[in-house]
């Protein structure tokens, strides 16, 4: 009976990791430029990249490297209607690289501190699980995954610092790993001042415990495998991010909202942040969000079984630990806001780190309680192994059928909006053209065709000479 539990299990926690992954590359797929990314694009045009870095650096942000990563990416195809296949590229790509690298991850630390090397499909299913929890306890979760140019900076530098840590575990590296470190790290530098500002409060307060409370340890470092990447890393993600802070367009960027806020022309906006900052656990999704952390309890449950030495006690002071980048995260992000932004409402998708360290907390905690307690129960058993798992992969399921749904039917009416206006440009007779309203979107970001913020360079960039009428 029980061989036949863990079996079911297993089958239930890999519907899960799969469904969450079809809904990723679903929602890929059917992706397509949005909002400021028809702004940003549309500025690109005949622009080479040097020339679109160098103004968005002299004007609006000093975020030189996810800049230039959504410059190539929106700039690889012929046309406007080839997009959206180096967006799925894009996505495809980026689950690669964050799969990889926690699985990197994990293996170093079961390895390490378990004396544990679990087989290859446990580290995949765990890291899908690990990046599925992270999905839905992102607290922006639509802008900072399916919202371009919002991804290029607060979910890729993340991925790239992942990227960069696993490569900085490995024992043996050659130039090339190097090299990746290299740019990794560089990423993350100058692609969100917050992300940088928060490793290196935390790389600075681990120097501090080295040098004062553990001096061996700092000792030992220097003469391990892993100080030329750790140095590299390090200088690295200094030097371009004292590019990105040193940039005119923060203050630039700065002054302007700081304009706008005294004459109350964002003052709406501003509230509608405040509003949603209160009321982001308040959605269904972070019911997800927990369940896909608890399943870390199984992997608990079977490294407490495999045999190990008793780590209950280094166990919990690893929890404790863990709390530190979520409340360093918390700090720094809210002290970002207070000393550099004046009072303006930072949007919630900044506080994506925020998110990354309490899905690593919550995932931990699980597997302390998974390795710490005896479930004797033969019902409380059934019920960590099968029920739970089981409701995750229904709802998982469920979220994936429904998102399938509005993402084609949009991306598909998205498409043909498309061509009827390149279409229009062959008739010059045409002075005003008529479109229908997109339809739902779901947890993609929508195409607001009737906001002239977005229609106005919209037609810059198609050559349009005619005006846009949406029929509601």
């Known amino acids: 009976m029980s061989k036949l539990i863990n079996t079911t299990s297993q089958i239930l926690v890999w519907i899960s990791a799969i469904a969450f992954v079809l809904l990723y590359l679903t929602l890929s797929y059917y992706n397509r430029l949005a ?6 694009i549309a500025l690109s045009k005949n622009q080479t990249l040097f020339q679109y870095i160098s103004a968005f650096y002299q004007t609006w942000s000093g975020r030189w490297s996810c800049g230039s990563y959504f410059y190539i990416i929106t700039n690889m195809g012929n046309s406007f209607q080839n ?12 689950l690669i690289i964050f799969i990889y690298s926690i699985k990197s991850i994990l293996h170093f630390s079961f390895l390490k501190f378990f004396n544990t090397c679990l087989d290859r499909s446990t580290l995949y299913l765990y890291s899908i699980l690990f990046i599925a929890s992270f999905y839905y306890f992102t607290f922006q979760c639509s802008e900072v995954w399916w919202w371009v140019c919002a991804s290029v900076d607060t979910l890729q530098g993340i991925i790239f610092l992942l990227f960069g840590m696993s490569l900085l575990l490995k024992e043996q590296k050659n130039k090339f790993h190097y090299f990746l470190i290299f740019l990794s790290f560089i990423y993350v530098g100058g692609g969100f001042e917050i992300y940088s500002l928060i490793v290196e409060s935390f790389c600075f307060l681990l120097f501090i415990y080295c040098v004062f409370k553990n001096q061996s340890v700092f000792y030992t470092l220097r003469k391990s495998t ?8 390090i200088i690295s993600l200094f030097f371009s991010s004292a590019i990105s802070f040193s940039a005119p367009g923060n203050r630039n960027r700065r002054d302007a909202v700081t304009k706008e806020l005294s004459l109350n022309v964002i003052a709406n906006k501003q509230n509608t942040l405040v509003e949603i900052s209160k009321n982001i656990f308040s959605e269904k999704k972070y019911i997800l969000a927990a369940g896909l952390s608890s399943l870390w309890i199984l992997l ?10 008793d780590k209950k006690i280094a166990l919990k002071k690893l929890l404790i630990i863990s709390l530190l980048p979520f409340i360093l995260s918390i700090l720094i992000t809210w002290g970002f806001q207070i000393l550099l932004m004046r009072g303006y409402s930072i949007p919630v998708r900044a506080w994506t780190f925020s998110s990354f360290s309490l899905t690593f907390f919550c995932c ?32 998982l399921s469920t979220n994936f059928i429904m998102q ?18 390149i279409d229009s440009r062959s008739d010059g007779r045409i002075k005003t053209i008529a479109v229908n309203k997109l339809p739902e979107s779901g947890m993609l ?24 009428k949406v029929i509601e």
């Open 364 to 395: 931990f905690l699980c597997l302390t309680i998974g390795y710490s307690f005896q479930f004797q129960s033969h019902a409380l058993d059934y019920l960590i192994k099968v029920i739970v798992p089981l409701s995750i992969a229904i709802l």
């Open 35 to 40: 909002s400021d990314d028809i702004v940003f």
């Open 445 to 468: 970001i929508p195409l607001d065709i009737a906001d002239d913020y977005i229609k106005i360079p919209l037609k810059e960039f198609l050559d349009l000479k005619c005006e846009i």
């Open 226 to 233: 892993y100080t030329k990447g750790i140095l590299i890393g």
């Open 300 to 309: 608990g449950m079977r490294l407490k079984k495999d045999g190990n030495a």
């Open 83 to 94: 997009t959206p296949v180096y967006i799925f590229l894009y996505y495809f790509i980026s």
């Open 404 to 421: 399938y749904k509005y993402a084609s039917v949009y991306s598909r009416a998205y498409d043909q909006l498309i061509s009827k206006l």
